[in-house]
């Protein structure tokens, strides 16, 4: 080829190379899926219920199909396939079956000429409910037996015991993704009774399959497309606006358009679960874990979406990245009238770290520990036993490594700043400088890589080489984070051609990359990029030598090469949770240091500071990027994050009372990386984008705690929990 | 939609007379918001954002359509540290004084400094004329004024012998955009202090029974700022809502009082 | 109504009912979708654009008060491909992630520098206090714009 070595190629792996999606998104000409426009569109809007919980007494049409301007209004009647769908368990229906059972359930959608008249059309209809009681309490649904799943996790000796015990219960409170970019599809019929689905979505060919069966249709049929999106963090796991929009497309005949406002994206999509967890730890006069024992219970709302998912996740983890040989958890996922959960960074993970964390500190406490050494004398390394599952650790797991650069890492001056703004409360000016402790917190976060439980994960990429460069096309979803990018990297390295284009492949054109959650795609589609750039290298090596031209290479056409990608199998584990369920993990340290103001409860994050296990550093800028990003979501879930329901609606589904962290609240970050090469995926790289959302939150709350003295055994902390008011 | 450009307050008060139904807009941060996400339809709209007299500013009187950005570096310190505060800099940039005082929500953050300058609102109608209203008439209950239908809010007025001396705070979780859980403004004139608040009430109060005890004492000990507290929590009337709970509110309030009449003691 | 206004040095006119917020107007009516809608109630600044000299959240702006304005968007900051500083330093350091605040970081960014070359890191946190990223964390953002208020001195 014409650059056959990297030496002279810019951008490959290891370099900050600036993302190639930047300029358009930076002029304003990227295309979000809000931002979709044909000419003669319809508009899209939906009827939905007022209630968490109600019967559907009676529902009247006929106003907006009379209404001039409206083109058709679609109930559940009108889905033609199968009524519900759902990632696992297929239980939500398309639109309201006979009883609502959240808080904004779809009841009935709408497609007019414009906006204006959609909008009027959904409030013209005549819609009677019969509100029901609705169940909102989670220890209450799993008394009742109201479970999408159930586990438990059995290892060891349940009757070993350790001299120090600490008992002790933890909440963590709804998180929302709350990305800016709304839900957003534009469905565009083809005239032979199939369409084209250009939606915000993070992975299209799971949406597909639910899509195709609801509409009745062959696949073939239907082909989803892989759109501009504005943030997922996993509110796009789910169907939103998908068979809604489709529907409407199909039966007027004519492209339709659905975008939520910020309050209706609130009621769209689903969010982190909340959970109760219940601990007992139990150590040696060493601070040695010798039993954990965890009860916990999570919320999943009304529909099952990725619940299963979620409850393995934090099962498994609910000890964390540290030994200990006798563990017994019992785990449910449960059914209420509260708003559907799912996946949310992190995917489980998070709300037990905050739960085994807390712990951690308070058993160093207990043995007069550092808080770092305790950790430092459980860690978890390469060659041990996973607590939970027993599952050895393979591959690389710097837990000591992230722990000893951490603790290596300077802190800030201790010195309480003279400007106002940088004090606990900022330009309020609520806080005089006497009033103001400083507080230091450290937590490690544990997460798994890509899938679990013996799911056949896998990413297809196909490569085509012309005369003008190298095209990837995959169905692989880039919601900012970067993959674009580093797949561009893998392949310059491998190949050595500069003039590379990311070609996004719709459900026709190609199988499926997996969905972009769960720190999969670097080392899913980076590793599906790897392998085929590398087929396609030794492939033109062997038919034209390694100094042949692209020109040459290309004489008769383009050349292709097409890769499943799969990492290697994971396992059911057995009914007592023993197996290898997982496929890799990452670890990470955080420590925060606050400035708090006890008497208002008011709390400044100084500086969170992180390890990161990174496997190998693919594009160092991106991976701060994604450090820095997570810091500040962990940040908000600390102090600020949370919808506050009553009778199971949403108190605050706006952004005047759902308070994500500004400018101004986010903290500082120093990020350090360790490179210690994964044992799959390109050049040992791991995915990181859920470990900084993981163990930022217990971090800075266990500075508040080192702060003010306060037990703090929920996320998010607020000032009268400080007080204790 | 009937929209009237008004550049002059006879042309603002001419189109109300006119139009009943008519709403007033100057930076929209409130109406927009209602047009956006409760799908209001005004049906005729008078704009006073760049209406001359409104946007005239001078000590003792700040014109309707003047700007928390401009008010930002007022001489009145109190005024000037809260319309930093206010939203953010694109909030800053639209919204006004005068919108703020219509609005008249409770944790309205211009009001509290309203109430503890001893402030009028200044209204005129092309029938009636002008007349001054003084806050606590102004202010009736939650959204509510005593702002008649065909008046236009043109002024916040304070005495000429409103205190120099004059700070103010406010808690919210979040450092910027954020609605205040309680806001407190305190001022120290010649006839002693002034304690005002926000969003612990239906309209801004002042904390009279505090103020009375503090301006009956000789010197200001650490036992009377505890008092000041005391009291000042006893008297305000705070709601539990998504925001905060009532004895968080009650809470700041005392802290927010006592600190701030000790920053006035310093000054 | 009919509103005749400037925008990104052109004239520009829009046919509307008059209720309509600027930036709906700018994104359905004259097929200017840089600006962004990601809440419409003054909570984001990813709808930030400079109106008569100030930067205002143009969600929040009612078209009908636009007549005779100046009117800057994300697409008047630059020209297309060729990035003006604020939007060259962004991508330089890893400020872009989803993209979504982009826009409303560049007009606010344009906005600051050119009424302060040299904004403190106080000034700078600051102004921008009014847009929010759910991606970045802000300290690629931070570091870009130290970096601009450096080159200027």
Redesign the interface.
């Known amino acids: 080829m014409t650059a056959p070595t990297t030496e002279r190629v810019a951008g490959v792996i290891g370099e ?1 190379t ?2 190639p ?3 358009a ?8 899926g ?2 979709l ?1 044909i000419d003669g569109m319809l508009w899209g809007a939906t009827l939905r219920s007022p209630y968490a919980h109600a019967r559907l007494e009676k529902l009247d049409i006929t106003p907006a199909v009379t209404m001039s301007g409206v083109r058709a209004v679609l109930t559940q009647d009108d889905v033609p396939g199968r009524a519900r769908f759902g990632q696992v368990e297929q239980d939500q229906p398309v639109l309201c079956d006979g009883v609502a059972r959240y808080w904004g359930e779809p009841v009935a959608v709408v497609a007019a000429d414009d ?1 204006e008249t959609a ?1 009027a059309a959904v ?1 013209a209809i005549i819609v009677e409910w019969e509100p029901l009681e609705p169940v909102t309490d989670p220890d209450a649904a799993r008394a009742a037996g109201e479970e999408y799943r159930a586990m438990v996790i059995r290892r060891g000796d349940e009757s070993a015991a350790g001299s120090v015990v600490i008992e002790a219960e933890y909440e963590t409170a709804i998180q929302d993704q ?5 839900e957003a599809g534009l469905a565009v019929p083809d005239g032979e009774g199939g369409l084209d689905l250009h939606v915000t979505s993070q992975w299209v060919h799971i949406d597909h399959t639910q899509i195709v069966a609801c509409l009745g249709l062959e696949p073939d049929a239907v082909r989803c497309h892989p759109v501009g ?5 996993g509110a796009r796991e789910d169907i939103s606006v998908h068979i809604h929009v489709a529907m409407l497309a199909l039966r007027t005949g004519r492209p339709v358009r659905i ?1 939520y ?3 209706e994206s609130f009621a769209g999509h689903v969010k982190r679960h909340p959970a109760r967890m219940r601990y007992r730890h139990e150590a040696d006069d060493d601070g040695r874990l010798v039993k954990v024992i965890v009860d916990m219970v999570m919320d999943g709302g009304a529909y099952a979406h990725t619940s299963h998912a979620v409850l393995a996740n934090a099962a498994f983890f609910t000890v964390g990245p540290y030994n200990c040989d006798n563990v017994a958890v019992d785990a449910s996922v449960v059914r209420t009238n509260n708003p559907p959960a799912g996946a949310m960074r992190g995917f489980g993970a998070v709300q037990v770290c905050f739960a085994y964390e807390s712990q951690m500190d308070r058993l160093a406490e207990a043995l007069g520990l550092h808080p770092l050494e305790i950790r430092r004398r459980n860690a978890l390394l390469p060659g041990d036993p996973m607590a939970t599952s027993g599952q050895v650790v393979e591959g690389s797991l710097p837990t000591i490594g992230v722990i000893d650069l951490l603790e290596s890492m300077p802190l800030p001056d201790d010195v309480i700043p003279d ?1 106002p ?2 004090l606990p ?6 806080t ?1 400088r006497g009033s103001v402790v400083r507080g230091v917190g450290y937590a490690l976060g544990l997460k798994n890589l890509a899938f679990s439980e013996g799911f056949d994960d896998y990413s297809e990429v196909r490569l085509v080489l012309t005369s003008a460069g190298l095209e990837i096309h995959t169905a692989a979803i880039e ?4 993959l674009v990018t580093i797949c561009l990297q893998i392949a310059r390295s491998i190949l050595g051609i500069e003039n590379i284009a990311w070609v996004p492949a719709d459900t026709s054109t190609i199988g499926s990359a997996g969905s972009t959650s769960a720190s999969r795609q670097t080392q899913m589609t980076g590793g599906a990029v790897h392998e085929a750039a590398v087929k396609l290298r030794d492939h033109i090596a062997e038919r034209f030598g390694d100094d042949a031209a692209l020109e040459e290479i290309t004489v008769d056409g383009p050349i292709e090469q097409w890769v499943r990608y799969r990492h290697p199998p994971t396992e059911e584990p057995d009914e007592l949770g023993q197996g290898n369920p997982h496929a890799g993990f990452v670890v990470a340290s955080h420590r925060a240091v606050v400035d708090v103001d006890p ?4 709390v ?1 994050i100084v500086r969170v500071d992180t390890v990161q296990d990174v496997g190998k550093a693919l594009n160092p ?2 991976i ?2 994604q ?7 962990g940040a908000g879930f600390a ?2 994050e949370e919808l ?1 329901l ?1 009778d199971g609606v949403i ?2 589904p ?4 759902y ?8 903290p ?2 120093e990020s350090r990386l360790i490179e210690e090469p994964a044992h799959w995926g390109p050049f040992g790289a791991k995915g990181i984008g859920e470990s900084p959302t993981i163990s930022s939150t217990p971090a800075i709350v266990a500075a508040i705690r080192a702060a003010t003295g306060r037990p703090l055994n929920r996320v998010p902390v ?3 929990d400080i ?1 204790g ?1 | 939609m009937h929209f009237v450009a008004a550049r002059d307050l006879a042309t603002a008060l001419d189109a109300r007379a006119e139009h009943p139904d008519a709403e007033l807009l100057a930076g929209g941060t409130d109406l927009m918001v209602e047009v ?2 409760s ?1 209001h339809r005004p049906t005729g709209v008078i704009g006073v954002r760049a209406c001359d007299e409104l946007m005239e500013w001078r000590d003792g009187r700040i014109g309707a359509a003047v700007t928390w950005a401009r008010l930002e570096d007022g001489s009145a310190r109190a005024l000037a ?1 809260l319309a ?2 206010i939203g953010s800099p694109q909030i800053r940039a639209a919204g006004t004084m005068g919108g703020n005082v219509a609005t008249a929500s409770p944790a309205g953050d211009g009001l509290p400094w309203i109430a503890a300058m001893d402030g009028s609102v200044e209204v005129a109608s092309r029938e009636r004329g002008t007349r001054l209203i003084p806050w606590n008439e102004f202010f009736v209950g939650v959204k509510q004024t005593s702002l008649a239908g065909d008046e236009v809010i043109t002024a916040v007025v304070t005495p000429d012998d409103a205190p120099h001396v004059q ?13 205040a ?1 309680v806001s407190c403004v305190v001022a120290k004139g010649a006839d002693g202090f002034r304690i005002a608040l926000g969003a612990v009430a239906p309209t801004p109060i002042r904390a009279t029974r505090a103020e009375e005890m503090l301006n009956a004492e000789a010197s200001i000990s650490d036992l009377v700022l505890e008092e000041v507290a005391r009291l000042v929590s006893a008297e305000v009337r705070p709601i539990t809502d ?4 009532e ?2 509110r ?3 309030s005392g ?2 009082a006592r ?1 701030l009449v000790e920053r006035c003691r310093a000054a | 109504m009919i509103v005749d206004f400037h925008l990104n040095g052109e004239e520009r006119t829009a046919t509307v009912v008059g209720w309509e917020s600027l930036l709906t107007v700018l ?2 009516n004259l ?11 003054g ?2 600044g ?1 709808c930030s654009v400079i109106l008569d000299g100030d930067n205002v959240c143009s969600c929040l702006i009612m078209i009908g008060d636009c007549e005779g304005s100046t009117i800057t ?3 008047g ?2 020209a ?2 060729l ?1 003006d500083p604020v ?1 060259q330093a ?5 400020g ?8 409303g970081f ?1 007009v606010t960014a344009a906005h600051l520098f050119a009424n302060d070359p040299q904004p403190d890191e ?1 000034t700078i ?2 102004a ?15 570091r870009a714009f130290a970096g601009l208020a450096e080159d200027e001195s």
């Open positions: 900050s600036v993302r999606d930047g300029v998104k930076l002029s304003g000409n990227f295309a979000y809000s931002d426009w906006e909008r409030a709350a990305p800016l970019g709304p999106i504005g943030g997922a963090f975008v406002d910020r309050t400007d703004s940088l409360g900022g330009t309020g000016l609520t005089p919601v900012g984070q970067g008497e208002l409860g008011l400044r800028q991106a701060v990027g450090l820095e990003g997570g810091i500040a979501q102090i600020m506050i009553e108190l605050n706006n952004f005047t009372d308070l994500i962290p500004t400018i101004l609240d986010a500082d970050v607020r000032p009268q007080v008011v | 956006n996400l799908h540290q930093r505060t700070e103010f705070a406010k808690v919210g979780v979040r450092n910027a955009m954020v609605i859980t998504h925001r905060s709970t004895s968080y009650r809470h700041a802290v927010l600190r | 994104r359905d097929a200017l979708a840089g600006s962004k809608n990601a809440c419409e109630q909570e984001c990813s968007t994300v697409e900051v630059g297309g491909d990035l939007q962004i991508l330089d350091e890893g872009v992630q989803c993209g979504f605040c982009t826009p560049v106080a946190r600051e921008f206090s009014g847009n929010i990223c759910r991606c970045t964390g802000y300290g690629a953002l931070l």
